[in-house]
């Protein structure tokens, strides 16, 4: 028969199995959650950073400089491929009619359209506050109907409507890119956002 000592020896290699059984479980959990909230830091500040090339070609669209439908086409153009990144079926890099010029790409090819999507999957993981989702929810809206002013002002038929849809595209960029002194997420959106995680942005 197991004698007393043996019973508390037994008890206490339980205990410890069960101690160690739950770390095990539990770490990966933890690292997990650390690791989803580094990476929707990551995705959010490349989001802004691509997010600011996007409104860079949308002022110069729209600039006093603006000479006509293929000067504003082309920057459009080029907003969109920095939006959409390569992978898009919106891209075009070449220098064919209505271009005025070689497209090219000013943005790293990824696109702020998928950087913010992916900061907002790495935001859920982390289980950040329904504020700060709710604001890259508001920022993604903003930035999908940019997307699609920019593509119709690229196919635009008239000046009117090339030019028009060019300035939906700036209006829905700086609502993307929202208001960092403000309590709400509506408003803040992706500046609210990267408060809310610590990180600053440039503008």
Do not use: C
């Not at 909230?37 to 110069?60: M, T």
Request: glycine share 10%; net charge negative.
């Amino acid at each position: 028969m197991m004698g007393l000592r043996d019973h508390v020896v037994a008890k206490l290699l339980i205990g410890a199995w069960v101690v160690l059984a739950l770390g095990l479980i539990g770490s990966p959990l933890v690292v997990s959650a650390e690791d989803s909230g580094a990476k929707a830091k990551a995705s959010l500040q490349k989001a802004h950073d691509q997010l600011e090339l996007a409104i860079d070609q949308a002022e110069k669209a729209l600039g006093p400089h603006r000479k006509g439908s293929g000067w504003v086409r082309t920057y459009m153009q080029r907003a969109l491929n920095v939006l959409g990144g390569t992978t898009s079926p919106d891209y075009f890099d070449k220098h064919e009619a209505p271009f005025f010029e070689k497209v090219g790409n000013p943005g790293d090819g990824h696109g702020a359209l998928m950087y913010l999507e992916e900061a907002r999957e790495a935001l859920k993981e982390a289980n950040a506050s329904v504020a700060v989702q709710e604001a890259i929810d508001h920022a993604l809206t903003h930035l999908s109907n940019a997307v699609n002013h920019a593509r119709e002002s690229v196919h635009g038929t008239g000046v009117q409507q090339t030019h028009g849809h060019a300035d939906q595209v700036a209006a829905f960029l700086v609502a993307t890119h929202g208001k960092g002194d403000t309590d709400s997420p509506v408003t803040g959106t992706l500046a609210y956002a990267m408060k809310q995680m610590g990180l600053t942005m440039s503008k």
